[in-house]
């Protein structure tokens, strides 16, 4: 494992960042993106437990000091990642990152490129497509409490890759991306641009995960989706970073006339990890389905924060997120649904749904509407609880042990969730995930 042993600033260096952006300083745009990102970096505080936002976080932990970029991985780790990172067997495109370094270059289809689609790392894209990245890239601000970490992935954006699938394109193996953090210390700012045409089909699993499992780094993320007309966009994230990282994630959707979203987010790894996921409802007939679940053991705290903005009527959206938490672990869940006047006939919903396994485990949960339409099918709701005792007791009279029955409700619990991801390959390897943290608790 790479050591950083040198950092004197890091990450939060305001002349190291303005020397590293010179590096794109063929892209006028780019830098000027990157420069207002440190100005809006420098200019927001630190979150603080009594902003509403962060209610229920521990914001006391939040640290950004004594993190920086690391240096490109050697070849021998690089080959030993790469060789870690083939997860499904036949993937329409592969693209890995170490550290936030693109090791591993997508080849795909001649079919596919001659049909226009586009899977490439961000700084490639930049240089071949930059009217893509302009037109979409980054174009909607954090609502939900991150400004200030979107506002520093936006000052060190170089690493993530862009998927663009042209209209009327269908394809139906799923495009992978791989992150790693390899170097103690390491800060990494992956991003990741999806947008599919009018009627375009396409699939992306994203396995974000640590060399060694008690890794600390800082993983500072950000996903933009844009679905066209009638397009269909299915993303299955997982997070498996070390136990010691902290992780962020920004996330848009944005779903225009009859399109379907389908985003799954899996939660393993991190000490602390928040993610933010902001749905925009932006064309009648849309349909966006948001699903998350976790497994949280020792003293991690996983702190989830949605929004669905319905700005258009006739559409749909669904919100599922389920938790089981173990040891003292807290889970937070905030969620608001929030309809504009003119969205008639709009069919939301939120739900949330925990189970303790430890009587020392904490789950918050914060749903909530806010309705200026009055044509509308709306509602939201939270359960937490431990096993169901005649279950357990089912069980264990059959001779299973406790800790074993425990994770076999879990498991069963979670596969709700898991049977909607759209690869039994990808699934099958988080249900492993799963298991293997039930052992480690």
């Known amino acids: 494992m790479n050591t950083l042993t040198s950092m004197p600033s890091g990450i939060l ?62 070849d021998a780790d690089t080959a030993k990642l790469i060789a870690q990172s083939h997860f499904i067997a036949r993937p329409a495109g592969l693209i890995i990152h170490i550290d936030g370094h693109c090791v591993l270059r997508p080849a795909i289809a001649p079919e596919l490129a001659a049909q226009g689609v586009k899977f490439e790392s961000l700084e ?32 060190w954006l170089r690493a993530g890759y862009v998927l663009h699938v042209p209209k009327g394109v269908e394809i139906t193996q799923p495009f992978v991306s791989v992150n790693w ?18 009627h ?18 800082l993983a500072i993320s950000a996903a933009d989706l844009h679905a066209g007309t009638g397009a269909q966009i299915s993303r299955f994230a997982v997070q498996a970073w070390g136990k010691n990282t902290q992780s ?77 938490l173990l040891n003292k672990a807290r889970t937070i869940f905030s969620g608001l649904i929030k309809v504009a006047p003119d969205a008639q006939q709009t069919d939301a919903y939120q739900t949330n749904r925990n189970l303790l396994l430890s009587p020392e485990a904490e789950a918050d949960s914060l749903p909530g509407l806010e ?50 991801v759209d690869n039994e390959e990808a699934a099958a390897v988080v249900r492993e995930m799963f298991r293997q943290k039930f052992h480690t608790a």
């Not at 490639?124 to 970490?149: I, T, V």
């Not at 375009?200 to 780094?217: C, G, M, T, W, Y």
């Not at 709701?381 to 409700?409: D, K, M, S, W």
């Open 124 to 155: 490639d894209a930049l240089r071949h497509h930059p009217a893509l990245l302009k037109e979409f890239l980054l174009k909607h601000e954090a609502n939900l409490g991150g400004a200030k970490f979107l506002a520093l992935h936006q000052a």
């Open 371 to 420: 309705i200026e339409a009055n044509d509308v099918k709306c509602s939201h709701g939270a359960t937490t609880g431990q096993v169901n005792p005649e279950e357990l007791f089912y069980l264990l009279a059959r001779g299973i042990p406790l800790a074993v029955a425990q994770e076999l409700l879990a498991e069963g619990f979670l596969e709700e969730v898991l049977s909607k």
């Open 248 to 324: 962020f994630e920004i996330a848009n959707t944005c779903g225009g006339r009859d399109a379907l979203i389908t985003s799954v987010n899996a939660a393993l790894g991190s000490r602390r990890a928040r993610l933010e996921n902001t749905v925009r409802i932006e064309g009648p007939g849309a349909d966006v389905r948001l699903y998350g679940i976790s497994v949280a053991n020792g003293e991690q705290e996983f702190d989830q924060r949605t929004l669905q903005i319905h700005s258009a009527g006739k559409a749909k959206s669904d919100l599922l997120f389920k938790n089981v």
């Open 13 to 74: 260096d305001a002349s190291l960042q303005q020397s590293e952006t010179k590096r794109f300083a063929a892209y006028d745009w780019f830098t000027q993106l990157r420069q207002q990102g440190w100005k809006n970096f420098e200019a927001l505080p630190l979150p603080k437990r009594d902003d509403e936002k962060w209610r229920f976080s521990d914001t006391r932990s939040l640290s950004l000091a004594d993190f920086a970029v690391a240096a490109t991985p050697s």
């Open 181 to 198: 953090t390899l170097t103690e210390g390491a800060a990494i700012f992956p991003h990741a641009l999806v947008v599919a045409g009018d």
């Open 200 to 217: 375009a089909k396409v699939s992306i699993h994203e396995f974000n995960l640590s060399a060694l499992p008690d890794q600390r780094a």
